[in-house]
């Protein structure tokens, strides 16, 4: 039993909101991202589950156990959880054995079956050789390893992941994706992962929950948030989309609408909900814009610059009837365009952003 | 279930914090409170008594005169000294500067008496040193140094490293970029010294001042060994006769002189606290050190002038007590036939004191660090880690023995200690758990600072991490804090050792027959006369305190800069 139950939480530092009313539930075996720039209060939300700072409002249940509630406060020994740090927070003066084994000595597991337990969990990460080597002695990513192996050796409930690549090289971050990818599919553990990097939550989680200035604007899969997002907000963070204004004219059974963008008739997806309104906001991302030729119709625009990208250039161009409506889509190679130069661009796809629901 | 299991960390968070703010309670306030109960109601009752007959006596305003005429002088000489050091060695180039550093801040190591005797045999007619280079001056001529001019230059002699060490901490913060700021604008070297250094230094250097007056104010030795001599009494000394002179029954005059000086000392750290506002310069680390000034043909010249001065003041005198350790009568000019281990043999092997001091002081100073750290890891755990008003307070607290001068924390803990303790019914006055104390009362503070930077240096997850696996508080401190703070927590060890090995001031008011210490032998000696022996055993605990000092060099991990003072 590892749900894990966050309910109207809030957590004030003076008068500062670092936590705003957040509720979300992640279920038994569910790997959520919790996604935001730094400062939006992910870690805030992480230490508050993990139980090191008391909540000011709601309340935190991991399995059927309030863990953390105006009234009482289960501290973090008690919680069973496990946290894999940014730092790792390998203890230097321990072997990569005695790190691991920590926890099991701690739970008064004695040895045949501790000494089994850590070689099963350095297995697991692939690093049987490394028992009696110091943390020092190792590299970046096979620390990483090791602070996966020591925080899973306890089998806990619910696994936390604070941002657990930002140190790590690039080339090194693909292959610990898709390790912690075949872990969660391996051990079935909760596992909430802490990042700001958009790319490697939509490749790891299940679920993604959006956050900002305190409050969580969103959670849903990863392709529903890029397709669907609830807000200009999520729209403008998620993949880059491109915030713009239309006139919703009519609303069909679908699930789509008919819509006029800069004077340019588009058909694009949104809510069953969704009212015919002239101040509606859509998304839209850079595929969703295709160059065509001047007298078809399609909005047009003015080359601003040309960023070539290795492979294709990114467009960044402005509306001409309206200066300061931004639209960047992608064009391939090769491609020669002096800027100011006027394009016709057909918009096939968008979505409605829903209108926030007064309350 | 979990209302239980919640608890009991509860119950051991709070049971060790409550068990830490008991220690400090009855280690700082119990003493001082003593002490100032003492001073108004003597034997319980309301009376000024006291205080009247002490503020009337002209002896008590006499020896307040002369502790703050070598307080204040001793400062000016230290300041002097100190800063110009400070300065050459934290903004120069000069070379070999750990090496200089090691030997300037000797002198602050070795025991203000040590000092004091060692300077003694320097000048005065029966000086070993002078009568081999013949220039001692005739027999029967006063020796010098016996004078108020003498103790305020060997105070400031002996505390000149203070304020070098604190100004030179101040001057490791100074921005780079302040100074090259100043260069690009083409000011010269001397004049951003004077516009842009020294304004910036101020804090640090009148925290210097301030600190170096109080132990000035406070320190025993040296006045102890230059001035009862000729007479010439300073308020720790005044205390020290009354004491030894009358024994316990002048207490309440002496808790009340304790307090004169006490009230002198407040208004120095009052200063201090006003300038530094909390900040401890010395463990302050430095960001961006500045690239220092390029000396060019002046360099060698201030090297020369540098370790000229390191000579004559710790060289010089340390040879003299070396030489008449080796004589076996003062007077007796040393040659190769005079020369003798006689008085080694003496101290070391045949007289009883001197042989259960060196038990004693080893003892004392041992248990004493061993306490302290064990006080000092866990309750810097909760300043750091714990922060609240009271965790403030209790900080504060710790620093009130230290801060102080020694005579006020001896004459509190005899007030405290003279009759047997409640329950027990035993007393700890005449005995040398006295004397254990209030070394582990004065130099909690010792300890609790280098601990302190070890923790700030500390990434604190690396105690979550303990945390969360279900290691409760005692069990994170024993298996994974302790470890990492260890460097740190020896170099504090050392450093209490070093001073309470070194120790004068409070044992000399505290010590009993069987309960001697290194300090009140070498004291006694001098004062019997039998310089020859003072100067033996002198020289061991100068021996014993220098091969510590050069084992810290070897200390393995970080230490965070300014822990131990003479680690460059």
């Known amino acids: ?332 190679e090769p491609f020669t365009l002096a800027p100011q130069t006027a394009l016709q661009l057909q918009v096939t796809d968008g979505w409605v952003i829903p209108a926030p629901v007064e309350g | 279930m979990t209302e239980a299991g919640g608890g009991r960390e509860r119950v051991e968070d709070l049971a060790l914090l409550w068990g830490l703010v008991g220690v400090v309670a009855i280690l700082s306030v119990l003493p001082l409170a003593r002490l100032l109960l003492e001073g108004i109601a003597p034997n319980g009752q309301f009376s000024t008594a006291a205080f009247t007959r002490v503020l009337a006596s002209p002896s008590t305003w006499t020896a307040t005169r002369h502790s703050l005429v070598t307080a204040v002088g001793g400062t000016i000489v230290a300041v002097t000294i100190g800063a110009v050091v400070a300065t050459l060695v934290a903004l120069t180039d000069i070379r070999a500067r750990s090496a200089f550093v090691f030997c300037f801040v000797l002198p602050l190591m070795i025991a203000p008496q040590v000092v004091a005797l060692a300077w003694l045999q320097l000048f005065g007619p029966s000086s070993t040193l002078l009568k081999m280079i013949g220039l001692a001056p005739a027999m029967g001529s006063p020796n010098p140094l016996y004078s108020a001019e003498g103790i305020i230059a060997l105070l400031g002699v002996q505390y000149a490293p203070l304020v070098f060490l604190t100004l030179r901490a101040g001057l490791r913060t100074l921005p780079q970029e302040l100074v090259e700021a100043g260069l690009a604008a083409g000011a010269s070297p001397f004049t951003i010294l004077r516009t842009i250094v020294a304004p910036l230094m101020t804090p640090p250097l009148v925290a210097g001042i301030a600190l170096c007056f109080v132990s000035c104010l406070g320190n025993f030795g040296i006045p102890a060994f230059l001035g009862i001599p000729g007479n010439y009494l300073v308020l720790p000394t005044l205390i020290y006769q009354r004491l030894a002179g009358l024994g316990p029954s002048v207490l309440s005059e002496v808790a009340v002189l304790s307090m004169v000086i006490g009230a002198i000392a407040v208004l120095g750290i009052y200063v201090q606290d006003l300038m530094l506002k909390r900040r401890d310069f010395r463990i302050t680390s430095a960001s961006n050190p500045m690239r220092p000034f390029e000396l060019a043909r002046w360099r060698l010249p201030v090297e020369i002038a540098l370790w000229t001065l390191t000579i004559v003041v710790l060289m010089l005198p340390l040879v003299a007590l070396l030489l008449t350790s080796l004589v076996p009568a003062l007077g007796v000019p040393l040659t190769a036939n005079t020369a003798t281990l006689a008085n080694y043999d003496y101290v070391l092997f045949e007289h009883a004191g001197a042989k259960r001091a060196f038990v004693n002081s080893f003892g004392l100073s041992a248990t004493a660090a061993v306490v302290i750290v064990l006080i000092a890891v866990p309750l810097a755990y909760f300043l750091v880690w714990r922060r609240s008003r009271l965790l403030r307070v209790l900080n504060l607290t710790a620093e009130m023995p230290y801060a102080l001068p020694g005579v006020v924390l001896a004459i509190a803990a005899i007030l405290v200690f003279l009759k047997p303790l409640p329950l027990l019914g035993i007393s700890l006055y005449n005995t040398v758990w006295i004397i254990l104390f209030c070394y582990i009362a004065r130099f909690l503070v010792l300890g609790l600072r280098p601990v302190l930077s070890g923790y700030y240096q500390l990434d604190r997850t690396l105690e979550e991490a303990a945390q969360i696996t279900g290691a409760l508080l005692l069990r994170r401190l024993r298996t994974i804090i302790l470890p990492l703070v260890a460097p740190v927590a020896m170099a504090g060890a050392l450093l209490i050792f070093l001073t309470a090995f070194n120790e004068l001031t409070v044992s000399a008011l505290l010590w009993s027959s069987g309960a001697e210490t290194l300090g009140v032998i070498v004291f006694s000696f001098q004062q019997g006369g039998d310089s020859t022996y003072a100067a033996a055993l002198a020289m061991l605990t100068v021996a014993v305190t220098i091969a510590l000092m050069v084992s810290t060099l070897f200390i393995r991990g970080k230490l965070a800069q300014g822990v131990l003072p003479w680690r460059g």
């Not at chain 1, 705003?20 to 935001?36: C, H, K, Q, T």
């Not at chain 1, 992480?46 to 156990?65: E, H, P, S, T, Y």
């Not at chain 1, 004219?249 to 609408?257: E, L, Q």
Request: aromatic residues 6%; proline residues 5%.
């Open chain 1, 1 to 332: 039993m590892a749900r894990l139950t966050i309910e109207h939480v809030s957590k004030l530092f003076g008068a500062f909101r670092a936590l705003d009313d957040v509720s979300i539930e992640v279920e038994d075996g569910e790997f959520v991202a919790i996604l935001g720039a730094s400062g939006c209060g992910k870690t805030t939300l992480l230490r508050q589950i993990a139980g090191f700072d008391k909540l000011d409002a709601g309340r935190i249940c991991i399995g059927n156990m309030a863990v953390s509630t105006i009234e009482r406060h289960i501290p973090p020994e008690k919680r069973r959880i496990g946290i894999v740090f940014q730092s790792y927070a390998l203890w230097p003066h321990m072997t990569v054995a005695e790190n691991v084994a920590y926890g099991l000595t701690v739970a008064g597991v004695k040895d045949p079956a501790r000494l089994r337990r850590v070689e099963a969990a350095l297995a697991l990460v692939e690093l049987e050789g490394f028992a009696e080597r110091r943390p020092a002695a190792l590299s970046g990513g096979q620390r990483q390893r090791v602070a996966l192996a020591r925080c899973l050796v306890t089998e806990p409930a619910l696994v936390l992941l604070d941002e657990p690549l930002a140190n790590l090289d690039v080339h090194l971050r693909a292959a610990m994706e898709d390790e912690f990818a075949r872990f969660h599919a391996r051990t079935g553990t909760t596992m909430i992962y802490i990042t700001h990097d958009q790319a490697e939550a939509m490749a790891l989680a299940d679920r993604i929950a959006v956050m900002d200035k305190g409050r969580l604007l969103q959670v849903a899969t990863p392709s529903r948030l890029y397709r669907e997002p609830a807000d200009a907000t999520v729209a403008g963070f998620i993949g880059e989309g491109m915030v713009l204004p239309v006139d919703v004219h009519a609303v069909y059974g679908d699930g789509t609408c008919a819509t006029d963008l800069y004077g340019h008739r588009v058909r694009m997806r949104c809510t069953p909900a969704q009212k015919t309104t002239s101040t509606a906001r859509a998304c839209l991302r850079a595929g969703d814009l295709r160059i065509v030729g001047p007298s078809a119709p399609g909005v047009r625009a003015r080359v601003d610059r040309a960023v070539y990208q290795g492979g294709f250039f990114r467009l960044e161009t402005h509306v001409e009837a309206h200066p300061g409506a931004l639209l960047h889509l992608t064009a391939p």
